[in-house]
């Protein structure tokens, strides 16, 4: 295992202290737990903005903290869920009066944790409401989108309710709002390299040297198929005509697209896979009004990529590209 | 070879048509070389910062184009150098009768090539100054310091030369400006495991399984010495001091600091990475006025890092801090 650490066991807290000492204006640690990140500076007035979820993924989840997008954030070991007092202490921390809205990605022990956190916090007077993001159209049929997991279109949710929130709406707008872009994602990915967890010291799963994915999990979950590497022209049309189908996009609709590296596919690769999405949303006459390329939501150093389509009207597109204050997003 | 690409030939083109394609408000290619991208929105009234180099290590060059930035670079094929004509085109493109600045990563070819590049571009009359960008410790020793090789700290340079260039400064003080910048950046980096070309669909280097090699150059030039892999701190320490010493940096020197990942590397382990830094920074009393962590200066999916120091006075630090649009830079 060949990886820039310390002591495997310490990976988690060493790597948040270092996002904490490297952005101290945006970050900081609760006083009360330190797997719970909050906003270096807490906003006052305001719905807060709730994630968490397991470490091996940044910038998800702790890193997409920052003015107009998250409150706090909840952090568990390398894939594994926080504990609910972890979640208790993020939704305490980013509350102000306003309620907390928690966005959850649809993982089983996350979903249960918050549920029982937002259950605690409510019994001492903390409002809160739950979205629960599923966007990965791999993981179940449309028909069952609900059991879908979230994946790289959680990024989508945070920042478009983050923008919301920070104009000082209320926790049912908020809530609303943010429920729409969860109904307004869809994301697959393709993984073509597995990534290794720093403690067991072993690859999430194994793949031979010429195959590849298509709709593996963040965390090496099964996808629908396993086949041989193929160009990557190829790789995208099958791709890009799964997302469209699932969501019916059709000319002229307005969408935003992400092109998400799973960590060690570089941006070159990224870049010949944004040119086919752009060329393929063109001869459908879908309107792409931003393309967003990079590292938003990976698992350490797998290699891979993902695809996320969010439609967008003109309430959405105002939050999505509203500015905000965040090492992971470029306005 | 694992990468999602086509046809290896055209990685390059379709890399470039991609970058295009996906920030079409900040990238345009040049109208007389299909490897010459420029600002869609030519700046009037400046003076001209370009650039050039190899293909493989995005967003070095050409991502670093954007307002405040550079305004256009010369792509060459995969670790290979741009040609004598695609440099004369994006010095033209560049110049709007203020003259332009080259700057220039310190490799044989780009340097030779710029050179011939600016004395064909003068015999018609546009005025350039070049700077040879030389911050990689490893690769000669202090007292050869204009021997050494560009590496991250080349952004640095573009950074501040492109804040400077925007105020409207002249040829002779955003040149003056660039050439301290070169002389303020040390950076020191270890490779972990090597990348593949596209073309040639081998490793560009080998290395066992338990070993890094500290100083390695970005496209796998030898380095200092071949070790076995150790703990983050331990590593950290020895390139920080390495670092310290060359610069002889001290107690209440302004400086900036860049966490680099060569590719596949992850936040998780920048962030520990981070953190060390950091903490010596602190011991040390040295005063870090910003952390860069992220993916600056890559070869492709190599995994490994680099840490590069800028000291700082007033008027770098108000440079460096400038606001730009670049989507690799967030401000």
Redesign the interface.
């Known amino acids: 295992m ?6 495997p066991a310490n ?1 988690v807290e ?6 904490i ?3 101290p204006d945006i970050y900081t640690l609760a006083k009360d737990n330190n797997r719970v990140v909050m906003r270096a500076n807490k906003a006052s007035n305001k719905v807060g903005i709730v994630t968490g979820g397991g ?2 993924h ?2 998800v989840f702790t ?1 997409y903290i920052g003015k107009g997008f998250l409150d706090a954030c909840a952090i568990g070991s390398v894939f594994a869920s926080p504990s609910v007092d972890q979640m208790v202490s993020a939704i305490k921390n980013a509350d102000n009066g306003n309620g907390v809205l928690c966005l959850i990605g649809n993982y089983g022990g996350d979903v249960m944790n918050f549920e029982m956190a937002c259950e605690m916090v409510e019994g001492e007077g903390v409002k809160t409401k739950k979205v629960i993001i599923a966007d990965d159209i791999a993981s179940a049929s449309e028909a069952e989108k609900e059991k879908r997991r979230g994946i790289a279109g959680m990024i989508f949710v945070f920042k478009v309710a983050g923008a919301i929130a920070e104009t000082g709406a209320s926790l049912d707008d908020v809530f609303k709002t943010a429920k729409e872009v969860n109904n307004n994602i869809r994301t697959l990915g ?1 993984a ?2 597995p ?1 290794i967890l720093p403690e067991a010291g072993k690859p999430t799963f194994e793949i031979s ?2 195959e ?1 994915e298509i709709g593996m999990g963040i965390h090496g979950e099964p996808g629908i198929k396993r086949e041989k ?1 193929r ?3 190829d ?1 995208v049309d099958d791709l890009y005509k799964r997302i469209i189908d699932d969501f019916k996009l059709t000319a002229d609709d307005n969408i935003a697209v992400m ?1 998400n590296s799973l ?14 999405v ?2 393929n949303l063109s001869n459908s006459k879908i309107k792409n009004i931003k ?1 967003y ?1 990079g ?1 938003y939501a ?1 698992s ?2 797998m ?3 993902s695809i996320t389509t969010l439609k967008l009207n003109d309430n959405l597109k105002k939050y999505l590209l509203a500015e905000c204050k ?6």
């Open positions: 060949k990886k820039i650490i310390n002591n990976f060493e790597s948040i202290d270092g996002l000492k490297s952005h470490s091996g940044l910038p890193g393709v073509v390299s990534c040297d010429d590849i590497l160009p990557a022209n790789l092109i960590g060690a596919t570089p941006l070159e690769e990224l870049y010949i896979v944004s040119k086919r752009n060329e393309t390329v590292r990976t350490m150093e290699a891979g990529i965040c090492p992971f997003w470029n306005n």
